[in-house]
């Protein structure tokens, strides 16, 4: 088929009709007619890749096309264009907050716009924060409806009002979308519960338990202390309904082209709320097909275009950021600016914390050698901690040819970091203990997994010393890295783990809570005191950031991981036209030095340290434990 002639023979058969209707702004429908000379295509192709067996098709395009004028009309022609690689500089900072558990709700959120100020927060991340079951929502990420804020944090003209002003202090938004599926609470579900043969087609509905089986085969468990298998019965359906995550989260169902009209109306009002950039939430398991894994298939990427072309024609300035926590080389698929311009870096994430358990960097380094490189336009979000467990996530290939088991290795950082290893030092929970296979993944604050909660239980101040140099290594790691630092609510406070939760029956089987502490005026108070631990912390991480922010260097592309041949060191360069940088990390508690020669890769003479201003002279680079150099040209 001639893709290009097919594409636009419909474009000029829809066009008309776009064109007749009644446009507020004249200059929004030339605007629009232009993205879809560029984006149409893209979409058209998408479309008819997943979706060229519905006799009807043309019919969803129309619809699609009719909701995407109407949002570009009334929301995105009159909002001012800003830069569109703003995402690129070295000014960005992200935080990641629940609105409840930071502030309170939208309104008291507000006030806390000085604290993100200060902090030097430019990317605000709330949480889930829509409508949403009583009880167990999963933190929010079942939602019972994308239009209407949870009443329990504000209404939506708080939200509004929050977005304003975070613009107003030049703070972007960042909102989730939580696509793969809706709560069973959702008006869809209702509907399909109610016997709407039309609403049961936007689920996964299946017939006998024959079927189950054979979809249960090739799917991995994502929650298996919630319910074995991917489906739940629904005894008033007398069907089968899949349920990736928990059992009252239904998997909407994609290849009813219905249902990427009817998402992609509410991806465009979580758009006009005026967020700036979308998590594509648990996006790897968009697309399903029996006999598979029904992880990151084609179509799921496919899917994800024709959302990223929609974004194009109606509502350019949002991005995409991907949180796809699966193998490096599928995190990798979804990076580019036809899918995702920014994604989560849990391999990053999750080998920092492996270096800091083994005190060797070579897994890391490999690592990073082989995935970090993405796409010049794109960027990473890189973190330390985030809402979730932390999973360990590498290319077993690589652990192979470095003579590392993966699976007796996984086995150990798990006991590492729960606790239940000699000589450890971190305070992690596990986190859906698979029964059959062992696998597990580990809760926990940064400060509780770096070993500032077991220092300050024992009174040992040389492990808290210790614990504040870990937690220092990280930072200064995540903040150096090429991408949008995020940081993660209560780090930067140096909070501790939170025991509440096992008194909460809706909360008390979820480990993840552990890590999501209700942020009191105490701990904002003990941050603020340079004689604590935290308050140490809070000031490390705030001379850092002042460091990051005052360097263009920490907003330059190109990367280059470097070996240093020293097992204990993490090294890695950035290098710009204006200025270079070379990051040295001693991921262990022994001094240590390493040869000036690494520093050859600044080409230049003229070096200063960022941190503590340490002259360079010598053979040799001296570092304390855990301790990071930012080496820089002027
Ligand atoms: C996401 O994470 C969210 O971050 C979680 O908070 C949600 O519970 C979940 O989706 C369902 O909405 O399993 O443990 O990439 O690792 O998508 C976290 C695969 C999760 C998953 C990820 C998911």
Redesign the pocket.
């Known amino acids: 088929m001639d893709i290009v002639y097919e594409s636009t023979k419909t474009l000029e058969r829809i066009w008309p009709s776009i064109a007749a209707r009644r446009w507020k702004n004249k200059g929004a429908r030339i605007q629009f007619k232009e993205n879809l000379n560029i984006y149409f295509q893209p979409l058209f192709e998408s479309m008819l890749e997943l979706y060229s067996d519905h006799y009807d098709l043309h019919f969803h395009i129309q619809q699609l096309m009719r909701q995407l004028a109407r949002h570009f009309d009334e929301h995105t022609f009159a909002s001012s264009v800003q830069d569109p690689l703003w995402y690129h500089s070295e000014q960005n900072l992200g935080i990641a907050v629940y609105v409840d558990l930071f502030a309170g709700d939208l309104i008291k959120l507000q006030k806390r716009i000085p604290y993100l100020k200060q902090l030097g927060i430019t990317y605000l991340h709330l949480m889930p924060l829509y409508l949403a079951p009583e009880g167990d929502s999963?933190?929010g990420?079942a939602v019972s409806d994308y239009r209407t804020v949870n009443p329990r944090l504000g209404s939506n003209d708080d939200l509004k009002a929050l977005a304003d002003a975070l613009h107003g202090e030049g703070i972007r938004l960042v909102l989730d979308f939580?696509f793969n599926h809706t709560s069973d609470e959702h008006e869809w579900a209702k509907a399909a519960q109610a016997g709407d043969r039309r609403y049961q087609g936007y689920y996964y509905l299946l017939d006998s338990e024959r079927e189950v089986n054979e979809y249960n085969a090739t799917l991995r468990e994502?929650f298996p202390t919630v319910r074995r298998g991917s489906f739940t019965f629904n005894p008033e359906l007398e069907r089968w309904v899949w349920t990736t995550?928990n059992s009252f989260?239904w998997d909407l169902n994609y290849s009813n082209p219905e249902v990427f009209v009817a998402i992609t109306d509410q991806m465009l009002h979580l758009a006009s709320l005026g967020c700036d950039v979308l998590r594509l939430?648990?996006l790897?398991f968009i697309w399903k097909q029996k006999g598979t894994v029904c992880e990151s298939l084609p179509g799921a990427h496919t899917l994800i275009k024709a959302f990223n072309a929609c974004l194009r024609i109606s509502a350019p300035e949002l991005l995409f950021k991907s949180?796809?926590?699966?193998h490096p080389d599928e995190v990798n698929r979804y990076i580019g600016m036809d899918e995702c311009q920014l994604s989560y870096n849990p391999l990053m994430m999750a080998l920092m914390w492996e270096s800091l358990a083994t005190r060797q960097t070579k897994l890391l380094t490999a690592s990073l050698m082989k995935s970090f490189q993405i796409p010049e336009q794109t960027r990473w979000v890189n973190y330390i901690r985030c809402?979730?467990?932390i999973?360990w996530t590498w290319d077993d290939a690589i652990s192979d040819r470095l003579g590392i088991n993966g699976h007796d290795h996984r086995i150990f950082l798990n006991r590492f970091y729960t606790g239940q290893f000699a000589g450890s030092f971190a305070r992690g929970v596990p986190f859906q203990m698979n029964p059959e296979n062992g696998d597990c993944r580990v809760c926990g604050t940064l400060a509780s997994l770096a070993g500032l909660e077991q220092a300050i239980d024992n009174e040992d101040s040389k492990a808290l010393e210790l614990a504040l140099g870990r937690i220092q290594l990280l930072n200064a790691v995540n903040l150096s890295m090429t991408g949008v630092p995020l940081l993660y609510q209560g780090d930067e406070l140096g909070v501790l783990n939170d025991d509440s939760y096992l008194s909460d029956p809706h909360k008390c089987d979820d480990s993840r809570w552990v890590n999501r502490k209700q942020i009191s005026e105490l701990d904002f108070e003990l941050a603020s005191d340079l004689t604590t631990a935290q308050g140490r912390i809070a000031q490390n991480l705030a001379k850092l950031i002042a460091i990051r922010k005052s360097n263009p260097v920490f907003g330059a592309y190109q990367t280059e991981i470097l070996e240093t041949y020293n097992p204990h060191v993490f090294a890695f360069a950035r290098l710009s036209d204006s200025q270079n940088l070379l990051v040295l990390a001693n991921f262990s508690e022994h001094a240590l030095t390493i040869p000036s020669s690494i520093v050859d890769i600044l080409s230049s003479e003229n070096l200063i340290e960022l941190i503590n201003g340490d002259q360079l002279t010598g053979p040799a680079i001296a570092l304390g434990p855990y301790e990071v150099k930012w080496i820089a040209t002027p």
């Not at 949180?323 to 699966?326: G, T």
């Open positions: 999963d933190g990420y939580v994502i995550f989260q939430d648990a790897a949180e796809a926590i699966v809402h979730d467990d999973g």
